[in-house]
Nanobody, 127 residues
Framework: QVQLVESGGGLVQAGGSLRLSCAASGLAFSSFPMAWFRRAPGRERESVAAITGGGADTYYVDSVKGRFTISRDNFENTVYLQMNSLQPEDAAVYYC????????????????????WGQGTQVTVSS
């Protein structure tokens, strides 16, 4: 079966960096667009970034543009989220998700477009 396993979360001071990883198995990884979402306490899950199957195109929400970078290694079946200049408002549980192809670039932010989800990794940012 399909499994997505996130790692790399933790506690970091404001202004610091973290790199999240999501290891995928059970799917033809390079065919699947991937995304990162997050959910903070008391808030709805929100999209963060997405990347097409080949990795050529990436998408970000405005709040993370210039600070976060999504990438993927299709040989290692892993997608990454490099997070720099972290702020307290970035604190959340971060989830990776796989979208059944083809990529829906007009609705990449909608969670219902993603069929497979990881269990999440906690990111805490101290001020």
């Amino acid at each position: 079966q399909v499994q997505l396993v996130e790692s790399g979360g933790g506690l970091v001071q404001a202004g610091g960096s973290l790199r999240l990883s999501c290891a995928a198995s059970g799917l033809a990884f390079s065919s699947f667009p991937m995304a990162w979402f997050r959910r903070a306490p008391g808030r709805e899950r929100e999209s963060v970034a997405a990347i097409t199957g080949g990795g050529a195109d990436t998408y970000y929400v405005d709040s993370v543009k210039g600070r976060f970078t999504i990438s993927r290694d299709n040989f290692e079946n892993t997608v990454y989220l490099q997070m720099n200049s972290l702020q307290p408002e970035d604190a959340a549980v971060y989830y990776c998700a796989a979208q059944v192809p083809p990529f829906n670039r007009d609705r990449w932010r909608n969670s219902y477009n993603y069929k497979y989800w990881g269990q999440g990794t906690q990111v805490t940012v101290s001020s």
